[in-house]
T-cell receptor, first 112, second 110 residues
């Protein structure tokens, strides 16, 4: 059974640009959530989607957005990138949103 | 806001020794999770603890949960080098919103 797949794995952007990250959940999982990991702030929740609806959102500015498609695949977008957005962005999936999360390998974003 | 604290933050231990990592959280929850992260890698699920008094063991690792004390422990028995990694505990109180601890960076020295 394939795990959670994230693309791209690494990317470099400059301040002011925008970026889109993609996540394909485990087959059959309908909940996708996103986390940001930085050395200073640790792991922080961004948002969660289930059946194309955002059900929960963390404390991040509106520059961070996401969506989920009918096949449960999800994308997150960060606009007007800032240096502080440099981080590992992790996607996780679960069957219903309750219980154990299964994480992808992450997308490492560097903002110059 | 829910706070999840782990200690120690850094742990250097010799092979063959035992040690315990502690995870305290600040609000009521019956669900606690332990994850492992190797450098540059993603989070690997280790244990899911779903009730007070839950105890789970896998190899040299054993996790327990005391919901009344809001405390979980991850006990390492006879450490080996392969256990070197960062260990996170996490609590969820709403849908898929996990609150992670600060992580414990474990180094096992031969």
């Amino acid at each position: 059974k394939a795990g959670v797949t994230q693309t791209p794995r690494y990317l470099i952007k400059t301040r002011g640009q925008q970026v889109t990250l993609s996540c394909s959940p485990i087959s059959g999982h309908r909940s996708v959530s996103w986390y940001q990991q930085t050395p200073g702030q640790g792991l922080q929740f961004l948002f969660e989607y289930f059946s194309e609806t955002q059900r929960n959102k963390g404390n991040f500015p509106g520059r961070f957005s996401g969506r989920q498609f009918s096949n449960s695949r999800s994308e997150m977008n960060v606009s007007t990138l800032e240096l502080g957005d440099s981080a590992l962005y992790l996607c996780a999936s679960s069957f219903s949103g309750a219980g154990e999360l299964f994480f992808g390998e992450g997308s490492r974003l560097t903002v110059l | 806001e829910l706070k999840v604290e782990q200690n120690p933050l850094f742990l250097s231990m010799q092979e063959g020794k035992n040690y315990t990592i502690y995870c305290n959280y600040s609000t009521t929850s019956d669900r606690l999770y332990w994850y492992r992260q190797d450098p540059g890698k993603s989070l690997e699920s280790l244990f899911v603890l779903l009730s007070n008094g839950a105890v789970k063991q896998e190899g040299r690792l054993m996790a327990s949960l005391d919901t009344k004390a809001r405390l979980s422990t991850l006990h390492i028995t006879a450490a080996v080098h392969d256990l070197s990694a960062t260990y996170f505990c996490a609590v969820d109180i709403t849908l898929s919103q996990f609150y992670f601890g600060t992580g414990t960076s474990l180094t096992v020295i031969p």
